[in-house]
Protein backbone atom coordinates (compact mmCIF):
# COMPACT_ATOMS: atom_id res chain seq x y z
CA UNK A 1 0.00 0.00 0.00
CA UNK A 2 1.58 3.40 -1.28
CA UNK A 3 0.44 6.21 1.29
CA UNK A 4 1.12 9.70 1.68
CA UNK A 5 0.64 11.32 5.09
CA UNK A 6 0.09 15.20 5.48
CA UNK A 7 2.23 16.25 2.92
CA UNK A 8 3.45 19.75 2.57
CA UNK A 9 5.39 21.10 -0.47
CA UNK A 10 6.61 24.59 -2.17
CA UNK A 11 8.88 25.53 -4.33
CA UNK A 12 9.41 29.13 -2.93
CA UNK A 13 8.75 29.66 0.76
CA UNK A 14 5.77 31.58 1.86
CA UNK A 15 3.76 30.10 -1.30
CA UNK A 16 2.58 26.55 -0.45
CA UNK A 17 1.81 24.51 -3.31
CA UNK A 18 0.44 21.44 -1.28
CA UNK A 19 -0.94 21.24 2.12
CA UNK A 20 -0.69 18.38 4.58
CA UNK A 21 -1.97 16.38 1.33
CA UNK A 22 -2.61 12.57 2.53
CA UNK A 23 -4.01 9.90 0.34
CA UNK A 24 -3.63 6.02 -0.10
CA UNK A 25 -2.91 3.89 -3.09
CA UNK A 26 -3.56 0.05 -2.87
CA UNK A 27 -2.73 -2.57 -5.17
CA UNK A 28 -4.51 -3.15 -8.16
CA UNK A 29 -6.45 0.37 -7.51
CA UNK A 30 -6.87 3.39 -10.07
CA UNK A 31 -6.97 6.76 -8.91
CA UNK A 32 -7.78 9.50 -10.51
CA UNK A 33 -6.28 12.82 -10.01
CA UNK A 34 -7.70 16.15 -11.79
CA UNK A 35 -7.08 19.71 -11.09
CA UNK A 36 -6.18 22.91 -12.91
CA UNK A 37 -2.52 23.84 -14.67
CA UNK A 38 -0.57 24.81 -11.74
CA UNK A 39 -2.55 22.95 -8.95
CA UNK A 40 0.62 21.13 -8.20
CA UNK A 41 -0.64 17.12 -9.87
CA UNK A 42 2.48 16.50 -11.22
CA UNK A 43 4.65 17.85 -8.31
CA UNK A 44 2.20 15.45 -5.89
CA UNK A 45 3.28 12.27 -8.79
CA UNK A 46 6.83 13.41 -7.84
CA UNK A 47 6.45 13.46 -5.01
CA UNK A 48 5.14 9.75 -4.27
CA UNK A 49 7.56 8.47 -6.55
CA UNK A 50 10.11 9.88 -4.55
CA UNK A 51 11.42 11.96 -7.22
CA UNK A 52 11.02 15.05 -5.00
CA UNK A 53 11.45 15.62 -0.97
CA UNK A 54 8.69 16.91 0.97
CA UNK A 55 9.28 19.81 3.65
CA UNK A 56 6.37 18.01 5.20
CA UNK A 57 4.88 15.05 5.87
CA UNK A 58 6.53 11.14 4.33
CA UNK A 59 5.90 8.88 1.76
CA UNK A 60 5.44 5.37 2.62
CA UNK A 61 5.56 1.69 1.09
CA UNK A 62 4.13 -0.73 3.23
CA UNK A 63 4.79 1.39 6.08
CA UNK A 64 8.17 1.79 4.93
CA UNK A 65 10.05 5.02 3.45
CA UNK A 66 10.68 5.02 0.10
CA UNK A 67 14.05 2.54 -1.03
CA UNK A 68 16.82 4.88 -2.07
CA UNK A 69 18.34 2.50 -4.54
CA UNK A 70 17.62 -0.41 -6.89
CA UNK A 71 14.39 -0.36 -9.24
CA UNK A 72 11.74 1.99 -7.56
CA UNK A 73 8.42 0.14 -6.52
CA UNK A 74 6.61 3.54 -7.75
CA UNK A 75 7.71 4.40 -11.29
CA UNK A 76 6.42 8.02 -12.88
CA UNK A 77 6.06 8.36 -16.30
CA UNK A 78 6.26 11.87 -17.77
CA UNK A 79 3.48 13.64 -20.20
CA UNK A 80 6.67 14.11 -22.47
CA UNK A 81 8.58 10.75 -23.98
CA UNK A 82 10.88 12.68 -25.55
CA UNK A 83 11.88 14.21 -22.48
CA UNK A 84 12.34 10.98 -20.72
CA UNK A 85 14.25 8.58 -23.18
CA UNK A 86 18.27 9.34 -23.89
CA UNK A 87 18.55 11.18 -27.50
CA UNK A 88 21.52 9.20 -27.89
CA UNK A 89 20.66 5.97 -26.89
CA UNK A 90 18.33 3.22 -29.25
CA UNK A 91 15.13 2.59 -28.60
CA UNK A 92 16.11 -1.13 -27.89
CA UNK A 93 18.90 -0.12 -25.59
CA UNK A 94 15.89 2.43 -24.16
CA UNK A 95 13.56 -0.21 -23.52
CA UNK A 96 16.36 -2.36 -22.00
CA UNK A 97 17.78 -0.09 -19.76
CA UNK A 98 15.69 -1.58 -16.77
CA UNK A 99 14.53 -5.60 -17.97
CA UNK A 100 14.01 -6.85 -21.15
CA UNK A 101 10.51 -7.18 -21.84
CA UNK A 102 9.11 -10.33 -24.29
CA UNK A 103 7.93 -10.24 -27.29
CA UNK A 104 4.69 -10.70 -26.17
CA UNK A 105 4.93 -7.96 -23.54
CA UNK A 106 6.30 -5.46 -26.88
CA UNK A 107 3.51 -7.11 -28.59
CA UNK A 108 0.51 -6.14 -25.81
CA UNK A 109 2.07 -2.52 -26.26
CA UNK A 110 2.68 -1.91 -29.45
CA UNK A 111 6.33 -1.90 -29.33
CA UNK A 112 7.18 -3.22 -32.81
CA UNK A 113 11.12 -5.17 -33.36
CA UNK A 114 11.78 -2.19 -36.00
CA UNK A 115 11.45 0.58 -33.89
CA UNK A 116 14.12 -1.33 -31.45
CA UNK A 117 17.20 -0.34 -33.76
CA UNK A 118 15.74 3.49 -34.35
CA UNK A 119 16.34 6.70 -32.32
CA UNK A 120 13.94 7.97 -30.72
CA UNK A 121 13.61 11.29 -32.76
CA UNK A 122 12.23 8.86 -35.26
CA UNK A 123 9.13 7.55 -33.15
CA UNK A 124 6.45 9.81 -32.75
CA UNK A 125 5.11 10.67 -29.47
CA UNK A 126 2.62 8.15 -29.14
CA UNK A 127 4.99 5.17 -30.26
CA UNK A 128 7.53 6.50 -27.80
CA UNK A 129 5.23 6.98 -25.11
CA UNK A 130 4.51 2.50 -25.50
CA UNK A 131 8.29 2.29 -24.89
CA UNK A 132 8.34 4.36 -21.94
CA UNK A 133 5.09 2.90 -20.46
CA UNK A 134 7.16 -0.52 -21.62
CA UNK A 135 10.23 0.28 -19.66
CA UNK A 136 8.50 1.62 -16.55
CA UNK A 137 6.54 -1.48 -15.92
CA UNK A 138 10.17 -3.56 -15.08
CA UNK A 139 9.73 -6.60 -12.09
CA UNK A 140 9.38 -4.98 -8.58
CA UNK A 141 7.71 -2.27 -9.61
CA UNK A 142 4.16 -2.17 -7.89
CA UNK A 143 2.63 1.67 -8.99
CA UNK A 144 2.43 3.37 -11.75
CA UNK A 145 1.88 7.47 -11.55
CA UNK A 146 0.96 8.31 -14.94
CA UNK A 147 1.26 12.05 -15.25
CA UNK A 148 -0.84 12.66 -18.45
CA UNK A 149 0.72 10.37 -20.55
CA UNK A 150 -2.32 10.31 -22.82
CA UNK A 151 -2.57 13.78 -23.77
CA UNK A 152 -1.06 14.34 -26.74
CA UNK A 153 -2.07 11.21 -28.47
CA UNK A 154 -4.62 10.63 -30.57
CA UNK A 155 -8.17 8.67 -29.54
CA UNK A 156 -6.85 5.39 -30.83
CA UNK A 157 -3.77 5.12 -29.54
CA UNK A 158 -5.13 6.75 -26.34
CA UNK A 159 -7.46 3.61 -26.02
CA UNK A 160 -4.27 1.10 -27.58
CA UNK A 161 -2.34 2.16 -24.27
CA UNK A 162 -5.03 1.98 -21.94
CA UNK A 163 -6.14 -0.74 -22.61
CA UNK A 164 -2.42 -2.53 -22.83
CA UNK A 165 -2.17 -0.99 -19.51
CA UNK A 166 -5.19 -1.99 -17.56
CA UNK A 167 -4.48 -5.70 -18.83
CA UNK A 168 -0.70 -5.71 -17.48
CA UNK A 169 -2.11 -4.22 -14.00
CA UNK A 170 -4.87 -6.58 -13.70
CA UNK A 171 -2.75 -9.46 -14.13
CA UNK A 172 0.25 -8.10 -11.73
CA UNK A 173 -1.90 -6.00 -9.49
CA UNK A 174 -0.10 -2.73 -10.11
CA UNK A 175 -1.74 0.32 -8.06
CA UNK A 176 -2.16 3.34 -11.01
CA UNK A 177 -2.22 6.83 -9.94
CA UNK A 178 -3.70 8.33 -13.46
CA UNK A 179 -3.37 12.20 -14.27
CA UNK A 180 -5.21 13.98 -15.87
CA UNK A 181 -7.20 17.07 -17.14
CA UNK A 182 -9.55 14.94 -19.36
CA UNK A 183 -12.50 14.60 -16.50
CA UNK A 184 -13.85 11.89 -19.56
CA UNK A 185 -10.82 9.68 -19.42
CA UNK A 186 -10.57 9.59 -15.67
CA UNK A 187 -14.28 8.54 -15.34
CA UNK A 188 -13.82 5.80 -17.61
CA UNK A 189 -10.19 4.14 -16.13
CA UNK A 190 -11.42 5.49 -12.47
CA UNK A 191 -13.59 4.04 -9.93
CA UNK A 192 -12.30 6.86 -7.13
CA UNK A 193 -11.29 10.10 -7.94
CA UNK A 194 -10.03 13.18 -6.59
CA UNK A 195 -9.36 16.80 -7.51
CA UNK A 196 -6.68 19.18 -6.35
CA UNK A 197 -7.70 22.66 -5.95
CA UNK A 198 -5.56 25.43 -3.90
CA UNK A 199 -3.03 22.53 -2.33
CA UNK A 200 -6.14 19.98 -1.02
CA UNK A 201 -7.78 17.42 -2.59
CA UNK A 202 -10.86 16.93 -2.58
CA UNK A 203 -12.92 13.96 -3.62
CA UNK A 204 -15.36 13.83 -7.08
CA UNK B 1 21.17 23.89 -46.67
CA UNK B 2 22.01 25.39 -43.36
CA UNK B 3 22.57 22.40 -41.74
CA UNK B 4 24.74 20.32 -43.64
CA UNK B 5 26.47 23.66 -44.09
CA UNK B 6 28.45 23.92 -40.76
CA UNK B 7 29.30 20.54 -41.04
CA UNK B 8 30.49 20.60 -44.42
CA UNK B 9 32.89 23.28 -43.25
CA UNK B 10 33.78 21.47 -39.83
CA UNK B 11 34.46 18.95 -42.27
CA UNK B 12 37.00 21.11 -44.69
CA UNK B 13 38.59 22.65 -41.48
CA UNK B 14 39.04 19.56 -39.94
CA UNK B 15 40.85 17.85 -43.29
CA UNK B 16 42.80 21.08 -43.13
CA UNK B 17 43.89 20.78 -40.26
CA UNK B 18 44.66 17.27 -39.79
CA UNK B 19 47.10 17.89 -42.76
CA UNK B 20 48.98 20.36 -40.96
CA UNK B 21 49.05 18.08 -38.19
CA UNK B 22 50.27 14.72 -39.72
CA UNK B 23 52.74 17.15 -41.75
CA UNK B 24 54.25 18.65 -38.70
CA UNK B 25 54.32 14.99 -37.08
CA UNK B 26 55.68 13.49 -40.41
CA UNK B 27 58.68 16.41 -40.55
CA UNK B 28 60.15 15.54 -36.79
CA UNK B 29 60.91 12.12 -38.66
CA UNK B 30 61.75 14.18 -41.97
CA UNK B 31 63.88 16.49 -40.61
CA UNK B 32 66.32 14.40 -38.18
CA UNK B 33 68.99 17.01 -37.00
CA UNK B 34 68.58 19.49 -39.79
CA UNK B 35 67.26 22.04 -36.95
CA UNK B 36 70.66 22.34 -35.20
CA UNK B 37 72.30 21.72 -38.22
CA UNK B 38 75.18 25.17 -38.55
CA UNK B 39 76.68 26.34 -41.55
CA UNK B 40 79.05 29.29 -40.41
CA UNK B 41 79.56 29.88 -44.40
CA UNK B 42 75.59 30.90 -44.37
CA UNK B 43 75.34 33.13 -41.38
CA UNK B 44 71.83 35.05 -41.13
CA UNK B 45 71.64 34.79 -45.08
CA UNK B 46 68.22 36.24 -46.36
CA UNK B 47 65.01 33.74 -47.99
CA UNK B 48 66.67 32.40 -51.16
CA UNK B 49 66.46 29.57 -53.36
CA UNK B 50 69.69 27.60 -51.04
CA UNK B 51 67.95 29.04 -47.81
CA UNK B 52 64.08 28.92 -48.12
CA UNK B 53 63.08 31.00 -45.27
CA UNK B 54 66.61 32.36 -44.87
CA UNK B 55 69.16 31.14 -41.81
CA UNK B 56 69.78 32.54 -37.92
CA UNK B 57 73.14 33.78 -36.65
CA UNK B 58 74.54 30.00 -36.55
CA UNK B 59 73.71 29.51 -39.86
CA UNK B 60 70.88 26.92 -39.13
CA UNK B 61 68.16 27.11 -41.68
CA UNK B 62 64.72 28.67 -40.11
CA UNK B 63 62.14 26.38 -42.42
CA UNK B 64 63.79 23.70 -40.43
CA UNK B 65 63.77 25.16 -37.38
CA UNK B 66 60.05 26.67 -37.66
CA UNK B 67 59.09 23.33 -38.59
CA UNK B 68 60.29 22.01 -35.52
CA UNK B 69 58.69 24.15 -33.41
CA UNK B 70 55.91 24.24 -34.66
CA UNK B 71 55.79 20.49 -33.89
CA UNK B 72 57.17 21.06 -30.20
CA UNK B 73 54.14 23.53 -29.75
CA UNK B 74 51.74 21.17 -30.95
CA UNK B 75 52.18 19.18 -29.07
CA UNK B 76 52.86 21.28 -25.78
CA UNK B 77 49.64 22.13 -27.12
CA UNK B 78 47.95 19.21 -27.21
CA UNK B 79 49.48 17.91 -23.78
CA UNK B 80 48.08 21.13 -22.07
CA UNK B 81 44.54 21.48 -23.80
CA UNK B 82 43.69 17.36 -22.94
CA UNK B 83 45.14 17.96 -19.00
CA UNK B 84 43.35 20.85 -18.74
CA UNK B 85 39.84 19.38 -20.59
CA UNK B 86 40.34 16.21 -17.79
CA UNK B 87 40.46 18.81 -15.09
CA UNK B 88 37.60 21.08 -15.98
CA UNK B 89 35.55 17.48 -16.38
CA UNK B 90 36.44 16.42 -13.34
CA UNK B 91 36.12 19.86 -11.28
CA UNK B 92 32.79 19.75 -13.04
CA UNK B 93 31.86 16.15 -12.11
CA UNK B 94 32.78 16.56 -8.75
CA UNK B 95 30.99 20.39 -8.08
CA UNK B 96 27.21 18.29 -8.96
CA UNK B 97 28.62 15.81 -5.91
CA UNK B 98 26.66 18.93 -3.56
CA UNK B 99 25.94 21.97 -3.28
CA UNK B 100 29.13 22.49 -0.64
CA UNK B 101 31.14 21.36 -3.63
CA UNK B 102 29.47 23.66 -6.22
CA UNK B 103 30.18 26.44 -4.11
CA UNK B 104 34.12 25.34 -3.68
CA UNK B 105 34.23 24.24 -7.34
CA UNK B 106 32.58 27.96 -8.52
CA UNK B 107 34.89 30.03 -5.65
CA UNK B 108 38.04 28.15 -7.46
CA UNK B 109 37.05 28.92 -10.80
CA UNK B 110 36.08 32.40 -9.91
CA UNK B 111 39.67 32.99 -8.34
CA UNK B 112 41.67 31.49 -11.16
CA UNK B 113 39.46 33.62 -13.64
CA UNK B 114 40.41 37.09 -11.52
CA UNK B 115 44.17 36.39 -12.27
CA UNK B 116 45.77 37.46 -15.21
CA UNK B 117 46.94 34.36 -16.78
CA UNK B 118 50.29 35.20 -18.13
CA UNK B 119 51.37 35.88 -14.69
CA UNK B 120 50.03 32.73 -12.88
CA UNK B 121 51.74 30.85 -15.67
CA UNK B 122 55.02 32.66 -14.67
CA UNK B 123 54.94 31.95 -11.16
CA UNK B 124 53.83 28.54 -11.76
CA UNK B 125 56.32 27.47 -14.74
CA UNK B 126 59.48 29.10 -12.76
CA UNK B 127 57.98 27.05 -9.65
CA UNK B 128 58.23 24.07 -11.82
CA UNK B 129 61.75 24.72 -12.95
CA UNK B 130 60.98 25.88 -16.34
CA UNK B 131 61.30 22.99 -19.11
CA UNK B 132 58.41 21.08 -21.66
CA UNK B 133 56.76 19.58 -18.70
CA UNK B 134 56.86 22.33 -16.39
CA UNK B 135 54.75 24.57 -19.51
CA UNK B 136 52.57 22.18 -19.84
CA UNK B 137 51.80 21.85 -16.23
CA UNK B 138 51.31 25.50 -15.79
CA UNK B 139 48.97 25.92 -18.89
CA UNK B 140 47.00 22.97 -17.74
CA UNK B 141 46.56 24.13 -14.36
CA UNK B 142 45.37 27.65 -15.48
CA UNK B 143 43.95 26.87 -18.65
CA UNK B 144 40.54 24.82 -17.01
CA UNK B 145 38.29 27.61 -15.71
CA UNK B 146 36.41 28.60 -18.85
CA UNK B 147 35.70 25.21 -19.56
CA UNK B 148 34.66 23.87 -16.16
CA UNK B 149 32.46 26.69 -15.81
CA UNK B 150 30.05 24.96 -19.13
CA UNK B 151 30.73 21.75 -17.90
CA UNK B 152 29.29 22.60 -14.37
CA UNK B 153 25.99 24.00 -16.05
CA UNK B 154 25.88 21.72 -18.45
CA UNK B 155 25.77 18.60 -15.81
CA UNK B 156 23.91 20.48 -13.41
CA UNK B 157 21.32 20.93 -16.19
CA UNK B 158 21.44 17.17 -17.39
CA UNK B 159 20.96 16.21 -13.59
CA UNK B 160 17.27 17.14 -13.79
CA UNK B 161 16.43 16.05 -16.87
CA UNK B 162 13.95 13.43 -16.74
CA UNK B 163 15.51 10.64 -18.18
CA UNK B 164 18.62 10.95 -16.12
CA UNK B 165 16.14 11.03 -13.09
CA UNK B 166 14.10 7.76 -14.33
CA UNK B 167 17.25 6.21 -15.18
CA UNK B 168 17.87 6.27 -11.29
CA UNK B 169 14.41 5.75 -10.24
CA UNK B 170 15.52 1.93 -12.60
CA UNK B 171 17.97 1.11 -10.24
CA UNK B 172 20.51 2.26 -11.96
CA UNK B 173 23.92 3.20 -10.61
CA UNK B 174 25.09 7.09 -10.33
CA UNK B 175 28.66 5.37 -11.54
CA UNK B 176 26.07 3.81 -14.67
CA UNK B 177 24.12 7.33 -15.20
CA UNK B 178 27.75 9.11 -14.77
CA UNK B 179 29.25 6.89 -18.00
CA UNK B 180 25.47 5.66 -19.75
CA UNK B 181 24.21 9.75 -19.80
CA UNK B 182 26.22 12.56 -18.92
CA UNK B 183 29.17 11.76 -20.51
CA UNK B 184 28.47 10.86 -23.46
CA UNK B 185 26.43 13.98 -23.69
CA UNK B 186 29.51 15.82 -22.59
CA UNK B 187 31.63 14.52 -25.33
CA UNK B 188 31.03 17.07 -27.72
CA UNK B 189 31.77 20.17 -25.49
CA UNK B 190 35.16 18.14 -24.46
CA UNK B 191 36.30 18.18 -27.41
CA UNK B 192 35.29 21.42 -28.74
CA UNK B 193 36.41 23.44 -25.55
CA UNK B 194 39.91 21.46 -25.75
CA UNK B 195 40.84 22.68 -29.30
CA UNK B 196 39.42 26.01 -28.26
CA UNK B 197 41.88 25.68 -25.35
CA UNK B 198 44.77 24.54 -27.55
CA UNK B 199 45.64 27.78 -29.67
CA UNK B 200 45.49 29.45 -26.12
CA UNK B 201 48.11 27.15 -24.85
CA UNK B 202 50.44 26.98 -27.67
CA UNK B 203 50.48 30.89 -27.53
CA UNK B 204 50.93 30.93 -24.23
CA UNK B 205 53.85 28.50 -24.24
CA UNK B 206 55.05 30.49 -26.53
CA UNK B 207 54.99 33.39 -24.71
CA UNK B 208 56.57 31.79 -21.76
CA UNK B 209 59.05 30.77 -23.75
CA UNK B 210 59.56 34.04 -25.42
CA UNK B 211 60.29 35.79 -21.60
CA UNK B 212 62.58 32.89 -20.92
CA UNK B 213 60.37 31.01 -18.49
CA UNK B 214 59.23 28.17 -20.45
CA UNK B 215 61.44 25.66 -22.97
CA UNK B 216 64.84 25.90 -22.73
CA UNK B 217 66.55 27.82 -24.81
CA UNK B 218 68.64 24.67 -26.59
CA UNK B 219 65.25 23.51 -28.51
CA UNK B 220 63.73 24.99 -31.25
CA UNK B 221 60.74 26.15 -30.18
CA UNK B 222 58.78 29.46 -31.55
CA UNK B 223 59.22 31.25 -28.70
CA UNK B 224 62.82 30.60 -28.65
CA UNK B 225 63.19 31.54 -32.18
CA UNK B 226 61.10 34.62 -31.47
CA UNK B 227 63.40 35.98 -28.71
CA UNK B 228 66.32 35.33 -30.65
CA UNK B 229 65.20 36.93 -33.33
CA UNK B 230 64.20 40.14 -31.22
CA UNK B 231 67.93 40.70 -30.92
CA UNK B 232 68.84 40.97 -34.64
CA UNK B 233 65.44 42.74 -35.66
CA UNK B 234 66.85 46.45 -35.52
CA UNK B 235 69.58 44.77 -37.90
CA UNK B 236 67.54 44.38 -40.29
CA UNK B 237 67.15 40.40 -40.49
CA UNK B 238 63.16 40.22 -40.54
CA UNK B 239 62.69 36.73 -41.46
CA UNK B 240 64.38 35.60 -38.04
CA UNK B 241 60.97 36.81 -36.36
CA UNK B 242 58.30 36.74 -39.30
CA UNK B 243 58.50 33.33 -40.05
CA UNK B 244 57.74 31.56 -37.09
CA UNK B 245 55.80 34.35 -36.20
CA UNK B 246 53.44 33.41 -39.26
CA UNK B 247 53.52 29.76 -38.70
CA UNK B 248 52.34 30.33 -35.22
CA UNK B 249 49.77 32.31 -36.58
CA UNK B 250 48.44 30.05 -39.03
CA UNK B 251 48.37 26.98 -36.51
CA UNK B 252 46.55 29.06 -33.96
CA UNK B 253 44.36 30.13 -36.97
CA UNK B 254 43.59 26.87 -38.31
CA UNK B 255 42.73 25.36 -35.21
CA UNK B 256 40.78 28.41 -34.26
CA UNK B 257 38.72 28.22 -37.35
CA UNK B 258 37.87 24.46 -36.67
CA UNK B 259 36.79 24.62 -33.30
CA UNK B 260 34.31 27.08 -33.90
CA UNK B 261 33.12 25.32 -37.29
CA UNK B 262 32.81 22.12 -34.54
CA UNK B 263 30.89 23.90 -31.92
CA UNK B 264 28.32 25.26 -34.91
CA UNK B 265 27.82 21.63 -36.32
CA UNK B 266 27.66 19.25 -33.10
Sequence with gaps: MLKARQLSF??????????????????????????????????????????????????TLDGEALPKSGVQPVQ?????????????????????EA???????????????????????????GELQRVCVLRALAPGVRFLVADEISTMLDPITQVE???????????????????????????????????????????? | MSQAQPRLRAA??????????????????????????????????????????GTDALGRELWARTLAGLALSFWVGCLAALLSTLIALSLAAIATLSARLDALVSLLIDTLLSVPHLILLMLIAFALGGGTQAVIIAVAVTHWPSLARVLRAELWQLRQAPYV????????????????????????????????????????EAALTFLGFGLSPSQPAIGVLLADAMRYLSGGYWWLGVFPGLGLLLM??????????????L
Design chain 1, 10 to 59: HFAPKVPLLQDISLTLCAGQWLGLSGDSGAGKSTLGQLLAGYLAPQAGDV
Design chain 1, 76 to 96: WLPQSPELAVNPRWRVGKILR
Design chain 1, 99 to 125: WTPSDTQCQAFGVQAKWLSRFPQSLSG
Design chain 1, 161 to 204: LWQALKREAEQRQLGVLVISHDTALLERLCPQRLHLSEGQLKPW
Design chain 2, 12 to 53: FSLGVTALLVMGLVASQWLLGDSPQQMQFDARLAPPSVDHWL
Design chain 2, 165 to 204: RISRALGKSRWFVLHGHLLPHLIPHCLVGALLLFPHAILH
Design chain 2, 252 to 265: VLGFERLSSHLRRA
